[in-house]
């Protein structure tokens, strides 16, 4: 029996249950990341042991030369924590339309980490960047301790470079939620943080809103102060039919640290893998694009935080 996210998708439109034309490939390189944030859907910390090897980098680039321009979107974890983040960047570059790292500001101040600024310049690379508040306050307490502080260090240190003041260095700026809520209006938020910022002299081009996913991390943390029930309560009863068309896992794919394929993160953070005809766990290694074309989504009810509101995806609210 369909769960119960799927069946509010077919009540929409049945064609919107199922995949169309692939235009972002999203690549998790692993779980390290030198935060461990309370959110965090992927429960990435210092301590991950999942980490992308260059032999599955190179399926991804095989894919890549196969079916030229898409986007490629790089993420973790934190992903330039990878030993072969810089490899992955320089071979993909020629064969994309954009290569885009979401990138948490602080690993910039990590020991050895000095390189990171310039190689993002040297390859036009669009970042975007976690940044829950323009309060000292609010991010130390979703992200850690002083991680307010050394984000505006990072994003000084790259609009001096160019980024957010100059055409193709783009950085767009991440806002999710500190508890069990849905984000404000993107664009009254995008203001508000123009109008915080520019208070430290900083700049940058957009800012996308993102619903917290009641998966890993962020679940614990609502089961622990007892709103799970409420918050899935809050995403059902605000279940937006005009976004479902955009939902992302229409034309995203998520390529997990060993190289199996799923419809979105979240997916990949629940296991929840896709599977060719035969049941098989499907890989990046010989995929062609017609395997996954017009291919069922895999949904669950974690999904109702894609389409609460304004909806929710890689790229911000869906709401026009
Ligand atoms: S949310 Fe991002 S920065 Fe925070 S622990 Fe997870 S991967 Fe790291
Ligand atoms: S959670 Fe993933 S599969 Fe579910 S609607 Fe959102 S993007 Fe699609």
Redo the contacts with the bound molecule.
Sequence with gaps: MPNNFTTAVLAVDKKLARRKNLEILQVNLGNV?N???L??H?N??PGGDKIMSRRIIDDIIMFLSKTKGLVLDIT???PELNPNFRYIVETARPLVKTVMVRN?LTVLFEPGMEWLPGFYLDNKVKLVC?MPCYTAENVDKQ?GEGVFDKSISALKLLNSLGYGREPGLEIDLVYNPGGACLPGAQNALEKDYHQQLSRHGIVFNHLITITNAPINRFKTYLEANNTFDEYMKLLMDNFNREVVTDIMCRNLLSIGWDGVLYDCDFNQALGLSLRDKAGKIMEIRGLRLQDIEDKEIVFEDHCYSCTAGAGSSCKGALAK
Excluded: K
Aim: glycine share 20%.
């Design positions: 990341c935060q461990r944030c959110h965090c992927v990435a910390g973790g974890g934190c948490n976690s992200r």
